[in-house]
């Protein structure tokens, strides 16, 4: 079963959102999307996200958090943001990862609602707009999902 598509995560190549490199629509709570290609893996230096869900079965009425690992698949070092930075004006995004050690570093991300990877999407696209809307096996433009066993 396919995780509902919810809001976005847009990736930028220089800090404070300079230099869009994609933007990751339709984004699906616990899939883990790896940056796949020369034009997203380790080149982010910052991010934003909207429409995100807030709250996580795993976070019991606390935000949920979106998750920025140094490895693909979502199984490494990671450095975690809460998701309601979107609706809080005390919160802020990423606006430079070079401060928490992870720039150029990242190479896959994740949304956390069960904190279980349920698949993950390749996110590689040459014009930086990706629609992750496709369910479980199927493949739309350069991303792809694909289930973890069970």
Known sequence: MSAQAI?????????????????????QS????????????????????????ETGKAFKRESSIILFYTDRDCFSVFIAWPVNTQS??????PV???????????????????????????????AGLLDNSTSLGYITGSTQLIARDQ
């Not at 404070?16 to 339709?26: D, E, L, M, P």
């Not at 809080?88 to 995004?93: A, K, S």
Request: contains cysteine.
């Open 7 to 27: 809001g976005h995560v847009d990736l930028y190549q220089d800090a404070y959102f300079k230099h869009k490199v994609a933007r990751v629509r339709n984004v």
């Open 30 to 53: 616990d899939i883990c999307y790896n940056l796949s290609c020369l034009v997203t893996d380790n080149v982010v230096t910052s991010v934003k996200w909207s429409g995100l869900p």
């Open 88 to 93: 809080r004006d005390d919160l802020y995004f």
């Open 96 to 126: 430079n990862f070079r401060q928490d050690w992870v720039n150029d570093a990242v190479s896959s991300f994740m949304v956390a609602d069960e904190w279980v990877v349920k698949g993950y999407r390749k996110v590689c696209s040459e």
